[in-house]
């Protein structure tokens, strides 16, 4: 419950909003104000945003989407796939505009427009490493060129603010790749180091990069350890004479400094060059640009060493911290939201979306955005609009459209307890198998595009239904090529001599057992998984962790159901 204290204070500072949105409307009516600054204003408003209600779903991949960015201008919104395909949407009317095979052989990751270039040129990198360059023609077709590749996932692209041509990659083999469109080249920066305390561990796997808006020669990047590292480009030497891997300077809370079960996942620059950073297994923190601990390593971990670094270092201050969400399972983006950066969104384990005010660390909003993980959130460069995506299949667009503002959210202790334990809903090692395997089974549809490139295909209103057709028959074939390895695996059984007699008996009893068609199902089932080719014992490539580490240490059914209703969770 509220303290009617507290109830008070927000009723005042609603009929306050309410007064200020007001006055902002004589102003622009009289001149005072330009049409623009109020529209910054009113996108702002808390008004507007305990007001965000789905507006609809963008429905058309057959797998997890995993990335989701607008256009500059806003009026496409283009999303990647664990199905291999970018679709560009008009996110208003719902339709596609565009769909193609990114020439991809894994899940897609990232999926960038780079600016100024029409909408026409898309750069992408997936969990098979590489990192791809397609160029939409004015017919429609597409051509994905392959430029450069990481050892393991790429997970992120982070374009240069303005330009149409540079771009960087990470991945997680700790290696930082600048590319030039115009070249077509990938030139390897450097691959991060871990800390001199942790030599023996490598290269740090890189999660995240992201460039500073105000100061595109600024970067930051970050993986699988506690440290945020910023990177002056200005001080790489193009033609190779000297080494470039010494960050110019390190983030990180004081108290996490040595923390080695910590991760960062998320990166994200504000237009006040803002630094906000999102922890896996922790919280997400918010950087100045004067929080830095410095470029020497060696001093960081000295300072870290004694106790008056728990609260502050050099005297400096602390990060502010968001809490409520949960971040373990994938691999989670962090980003602002409001035209100055206003507020701070993140998804979470639980299948929520969190809303938080930036200047004073408050939540704001929560709401129920995917049924398993929100992974992305992305915000509209100009107006009051968020899309959202994660497990499902589709993608979530959120706009001010509810006749009744939202309440605060209440019990935000308890919000973090059933984000934790969110995995409640797997009751034993069964459940669990039953869930990956269904968000896999889209995986058993082959994708007849070509790797060296496809042709886009633009939609009309009726194109579900030449999908399902188009899938049936990519089924079928793909069951009759599996009909034909079985014939000629029978074939040699004939032809060997030395067949043993209980193999004839095992096979008279298949034959009474299910005939030909229980045969051929189960070819097809071993032959599909081995083509998916993924681990069981690592994150899947749907972004669903499935060691089990972690999975039932948790409350139970009841408890879970019994408390949804204690707090202010929107669904």
């Known amino acids: 419950m509220i303290p009617s204290t507290s109830r008070k204070m927000t009723k005042k500072s609603n009929l306050a909003s309410i007064d200020m949105a007001v006055l902002d409307i004589c102003r622009r009516e009289?001149?005072?104000?330009?049409?623009?600054?109020?529209?910054?204003?009113?996108a702002a408003s808390e008004d507007l945003v305990l007001r965000l209600d789905l507006l609809k779903k963008l429905e058309k991949h057959r797998g997890c989407v995993n990335t989701v960015s607008f256009n500059t201008d806003g009026d496409i919104?283009?999303?990647?796939s664990d199905d291999r395909r970018v679709i560009l949407w008009d996110w208003e009317t719902g339709n596609v505009r565009l769909s193609f095979h990114s020439g991809h052989n894994n899940n897609i990751l990232e999926a960038k427009i780079m600016p100024g270039t029409d909408d026409r040129s898309?750069?992408?990198?997936?969990?098979d490493g590489q990192v791809r360059h397609a160029m939409i023609s004015e017919r429609g077709q597409v051509e994905p060129k392959l430029l450069g590749k990481h050892q393991?996932?790429?997970?992120k692209l982070a374009n240069e603010p303005g330009s149409p041509h540079i771009f960087y990659s990470c991945g997680e083999d700790g290696l930082v790749q600048h590319f030039d469109l115009r070249t077509g080249v990938a030139r390897e920066l450097f691959c991060c180091e871990p800390m001199p305390d942790k030599s023996f561990v490598g290269l740090v796997n890189l999660n995240?990069?992201?460039i500073d808006p105000r100061n595109p020669n600024l970067f930051v990047i970050a993986g699988s350890d506690e440290f945020t590292r910023l990177y002056d480009i200005r001080r790489y030497k193009w033609d190779g004479s000297a080494a470039f891997g010494k960050p110019a300077d390190y983030f990180c809370p004081s108290h996490l400094i040595g923390d080695e079960n910590l991760g960062i996942t998320g990166l994200a620059f504000s237009d006040q060059s803002e630094l906000l950073v999102s922890y896996c297994d922790d919280f997400i923190y918010l950087f100045s640009k004067d929080m830095g601990l410095g470029s020497d390593a060696n001093a960081i971990l000295d300072k870290a060493g004694s106790s008056d670094s728990e609260i502050e270092i050099d005297g400096k201050g602390s990060p502010k911290v968001y809490k409520g969400h949960r971040n373990c399972v994938t691999v989670k983006g962090v980003n602002f939201f409001g035209p100055k950066c206003e507020y701070v969104v993140s998804g979470s384990d639980c299948g929520r979306m969190f809303i938080?005010?930036?200047?004073?660390?408050e939540l704001v909003r929560v709401l129920e955005a995917d049924k398993q993980v929100v992974n992305c959130i992305e915000a509209h460069p100009h107006t009051t609009m968020l899309a959202s995506s994660g497990i499902e299949r589709d993608i979530k667009i959120w706009t001010p459209n509810a006749i009744q503002k939202a309440t605060y959210p209440t019990n935000v202790e308890k919000v973090c307890f059933l984000a934790k334990n969110y995995m409640v809903i797997i009751s034993d090692i069964f459940d669990l198998l039953r869930q990956v395997f269904e968000s896999r089974r889209f995986r058993f549809f082959p994708f007849p595009d070509s790797d060296d490139?496809?042709?886009?295909?633009?939609?009309?209103?009726?194109d579900d239904e030449d999908d399902d057709d188009e899938d049936e028959d990519s089924s079928s074939n793909y069951t009759d090529t599996e009909d034909e390895e079985e014939d000629d695996d029978v074939n040699d059984d004939d032809e060997d001599d030395d067949v043993d007699d209980d193999d004839d008996d095992d096979d008279d009893d298949d034959d009474d057992g299910g005939g030909s068609g229980g045969d051929e199902e189960v070819v097809v089932e071993v032959e599909e998984e081995e083509n998916v080719s993924y681990d069981y014992e690592d994150e899947d490539e749907d972004g669903v962790h499935v060691d089990g580490s972690e999975l039932f240490d948790s409350v139970s059914n009841d408890e879970y159901c019994d408390s949804l209703d204690d707090f202010g969770v929107e669904e």
């Open 30 to 42: 009289v001149g005072h104000i330009s049409t623009r600054k109020f529209a910054n204003r009113l």
């Open 77 to 80: 919104l283009m999303s990647g």
């Open 122 to 127: 898309i750069v992408t990198c997936a969990a």
């Open 152 to 155: 393991g996932r790429a997970h």
């Open 208 to 210: 995240s990069i992201a």
């Open 356 to 361: 938080w005010r930036k200047s004073d660390t």
């Open 453 to 462: 490139g496809s042709d886009g295909e633009y939609y009309s209103n009726d």
